[in-house]
């Protein structure tokens, strides 16, 4: 019985530790053969030369994780995406959060022949990011 316990909170601990990402791309631009993402950059302001690629968005949701991890999450995605598109840049349009759901729990307490109930709440959040996928051509 123990063993099935520790299991349990194991896989719950592990489940959570995964952050759920997903991405994708409308190509606007000509696309490059594939970079590691490593390579590609995040860019507030255009560089003075660049090519549009494409639109780029990503999410990220983890119950558990910190919005800075989500953040983070959310923009390794976004470059993943432009990376797959050959883009070397990134121009970072928005991040924000999203609402992925409610997570509430309810408890009912009957007494005589009436039962009553209590809800709590609570609301969960992920982070999307935007942004036009770039190439900015090597300053020789």
Same mark, same amino acid.
Do not use: H, S
């Given at each position: 019985m123990k063993m099935v316990k520790i299991l349990n909170v194991l896989f719950v601990f592990l489940l959570s530790a995964c952050t759920l990402t997903r991405g994708s791309s409308v190509l606007v631009g000509t696309s490059r053969p594939s970079i590691d993402p490593a390579q590609v950059r995040l860019y507030t302001e255009l560089?003075?030369?660049?090519?549009?690629?494409?639109?780029l968005s990503a999410d990220s949701r983890n119950d558990l994780a910190s919005q800075q991890n989500l953040t983070n999450a959310a923009i390794e995605r976004l470059k993943k995406e432009a990376a797959?598109? $050959?883009?070397? @840049?990134?121009?970072?349009?928005?991040?924000?959060?999203y609402e992925v759901g409610t997570t509430g729990i309810i408890t009912a307490n009957t007494t005589g022949s009436y039962t009553f $109930?209590?809800? @709590?709440?609570?609301?969960r959040t992920g982070k999307a990011a935007t942004g036009v996928a770039i190439f900015v051509p090597e300053e020789h």
């Open positions: 560089p003075i030369k660049y090519e549009k690629v494409a639109l797959k598109l $050959g883009a070397n @840049g990134i121009l970072l349009d928005g991040i924000g959060n $109930g209590t809800f @709590g709440g609570v609301t």
